[in-house]
């Protein structure tokens, strides 16, 4: 095992299928000579050539429509998008190319597409540029979304992304490049589509993701000196949704708080609550809680900014309400 | 085009302000004290003190998010800028939008946005807002070089052709777009050969000296207001300063920006101002003076304004 950070991590995985396999290439606005705007490229461009790590004009739809007809030819692109923000520019080819191209002609077309992409607010860019809108992408079947939360999830998700033959939104998370984890040192993926219990507890479930699972991780330290053991599940993959180790938990503790940082209104919250009142009623003891943005656009100033996002005290309230219903 | 005394000395003021405002952000930034992105206009002051000089109080501006001497142009006062990148309640945006996001409408200044060329189909709606109403008023929209490679851009200008918008639309070519040169990304090497591909009248013009700004775009706002469509100015620039803050710059070597240095566009104006004997050298120095104390006093009024309070959160989301 090595400490690993997350950028070292998501930057492993990317060199290592790359000197696997010849077909798989980078594009994206400053992935080359800048080395990548969270220098997670950085080398990359001076180790496998300007054929390889394609710097592009400011032109999302093109890098997302030419990964798409890149991998429908047989390449393997990982196409960047600089923020998620401006994934909305790019939204036609992900949503009415990417995502239905496989079906529509029945099946014909092979995507093995990978766009990698940053998420997340709390650095003062304003509204337009600190979105968390991770869930309108996990909205269309045919997309598959992840967006791990540990630096060994995030390599071991990324190569199993670029091995895949389906079309794959892999969010990072802007404020998440500098946590450090154990990452094993030998080859290894990590399957999609798979929720893992990050800790164990019999008293609440935390459902979580990306930067949620950083903020309930602190959280569940902090009841545990209360004496509240908290399990807290990482959904890792948002598309397709593993439910599975959520219900289980669910079974067993009864109360559950769910924790995203996008907004609530039509959320992840949302979405796995449902599930859970779908499949697990009868064990119900309390309702589910929620805890997410604000529902505002993000400000600049700092103080309004830190009051629109979930922080850990909300979801300590959370837990104490679900705990107390 | 002649210009009166009265009006260089304003312009030179107006230059000198923008630089000392934009050198005490960069020293605010490392202090801590503005967060977020901030994209410094240092190397352009000639293109929008130019541009907007020539414009007339009813002609709307719109800009991309490299906004605060294009809002220093438009007449917002420095106290306003600064508190907006404090975050204060007395920012032009009361402290919601941060460096990237300023605007005043009661200036004709319709923002500074975020998204790489996203304001431009914008910039079309304002213009034809005017020209729905009949009214003789001219938009001027600015753009950088990166921003004529996204798709938002080409349909923009198309549009302003086929519908004859009273529209100015304002390359600033600073050669850059974050690293990439414009060799890098676009297809043509001048930006203003894309304009010909909509019929749309252009020329290049010399951004370090704001005399041809000036004199250029006074005749295009004009053109335009003359009901003849769009028009399309590439303004060539250079930034001095890194893209926003924090800008590692390995791909430009030192000796290129040392290379422009050479042609501040306030120098270039300094020199012709006395040249031409329009002002002394003691006027100008007491104008720089002066630019650097309003500079001071309005860092003092951002300094001290209040936060926006936790309520102020939930204003404005929607009018209804
Ligand atoms: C749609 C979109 N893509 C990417 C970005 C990130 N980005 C911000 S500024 C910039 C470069 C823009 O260059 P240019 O238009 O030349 O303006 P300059 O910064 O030189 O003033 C990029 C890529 C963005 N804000 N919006
Ligand atoms: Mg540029």
Request: proline fraction near 4%; aromatic fraction near 8%; glycine fraction near 10%.
């Amino acid at each position: 095992m090595a400490r690993l950070t997350m950028r070292e991590a998501i930057s492993q995985a990317l060199w290592e299928e790359m000197e696997r396999d010849s077909s798989v290439f980078i594009l994206g606005e400053e992935v080359g000579v800048w080395g990548g705007t969270y220098a997670v490229t950085k080398g990359f461009y001076d180790h496998f050539g300007a054929g390889r790590v394609k710097d592009t004009p400011i032109s999302e739809s093109a890098i997302v429509g030419a990964a798409i007809g890149a991998a429908m030819t047989g390449l393997r692109p990982v196409a960047e998008l600089m923020t998620i923000n401006f994934a909305f520019s790019a939204m036609d080819h992900i949503v009415n190319q990417a995502a239905k191209l496989h079906y529509m002609f029945g099946g014909q077309f092979v995507l093995p597409l990978v766009i990698r992409t940053v998420s997340g607010g709390g650095r003062q860019l304003g509204a337009t540029h600190s979105q968390t809108p991770d869930v309108v992408f996990a909205h269309f079947p045919g997309l598959k979304v992840v967006a791990p939360g540990t630096p060994e999830d995030a390599k071991g998700l990324l190569k199993a992304a670029i091995r895949s033959n389906d079309p794959i939104m892999f969010i990072e998370h802007a404020t998440m490049y500098q946590v450090r984890g154990e990452v094993p040192e030998e080859d290894y993926s990590i399957p999609i589509g798979v929720s893992k219990i990050q800790r164990q507890g019999k008293d609440v479930t935390i459902v979580s993701y990306s930067k949620g699972l950083e903020l309930s991780m602190k959280a569940a330290e902090e009841l545990a000196r209360d004496g509240v053991e908290a399990e807290v599940i990482d959904l890792r993959t948002l598309r397709p949704l593993d439910m599975g180790p959520v219900i289980e938990s669910f079974k067993k503790t009864n109360r559950a708080v769910i924790v995203e940082e996008g907004w609530k209104s039509f959320g992840v919250g949302a979405e796995v609550s449902t599930r859970i009142y779908e499949d697990a009623f009868d064990y119900v003891d309390a309702p589910i809680k929620r805890v997410a943005q604000k529902e505002v656009p993000l400000p600049y100033n700092r103080n309004l900014e830190q009051m629109a996002l979930p922080q850990v005290p909300d979801i300590l309230a959370a837990v104490k309400e679900v705990l107390n219903g | 085009m002649n210009i009166n005394p009265e009006k260089h000395l304003d312009m030179y003021y107006q230059m000198v302000l923008i630089r000392r405002m934009e050198e005490r952000a960069a020293e605010l930034y490392q202090q801590g004290k503005i967060g977020g992105f901030l994209h410094l206009y240092i190397g352009q002051e000639a293109v929008s003190t130019g541009l907007i000089g020539a414009r007339l109080p009813q002609d709307r501006v719109i800009t991309a998010y490299r906004d605060h001497g294009v809002a220093v142009n438009c007449g917002l006062p420095v106290n306003a800028i600064l508190a907006e990148l404090l975050g204060k309640a007395t920012g032009v945006s009361k402290g919601r939008g941060g460096s990237m996001h300023m605007a005043d409408t009661s200036r004709n200044f319709w923002g500074g946005h975020a998204i790489v060329g996203s304001h431009l189909p914008l910039a079309a709606g304002l213009a034809l807002g005017d020209q729905y109403a009949n009214k003789d008023a001219v938009t001027i929209c600015m753009f950088g070089d990166g921003a004529t490679n996204i798709g938002y851009f080409h349909e923009a200008l198309n549009l302003s052709k086929v519908w004859k918008l009273p529209l100015l639309w304002v390359c600033e070519n600073n050669q850059y777009g974050m690293g990439t040169t414009v060799e890098h990304a676009s297809a043509v090497s001048e930006i203003r050969q894309k304009a010909e591909g909509y019929g749309i009248p252009n020329e290049r013009v010399d951004g370090m000296d704001i005399i041809a700004v000036y004199d250029a775009s006074s005749k295009a706002i004009e053109r335009v207001r003359s009901g003849e469509g769009p028009y399309l100015l590439e303004i060539m620039t250079y930034r001095f300063r890194g893209h926003s803050m924090g800008d590692p710059e390995r791909y430009r070597e030192q000796a290129e920006i040392k290379k422009w240095q050479e042609q501040d566009p306030i120098g270039i104006y300094h020199s012709y101002l006395l040249g031409k004997k329009i002002a002394s050298s003691d006027e100008l120095t007491g104008i720089e003076k002066r630019a650097e104390e309003d500079v001071k006093a309005a860092e003092a009024f951002a300094q001290t304004s209040p936060e926006p309070t936790p309520e102020e959160l939930f204003m404005d989301i929607y009018v209804d």
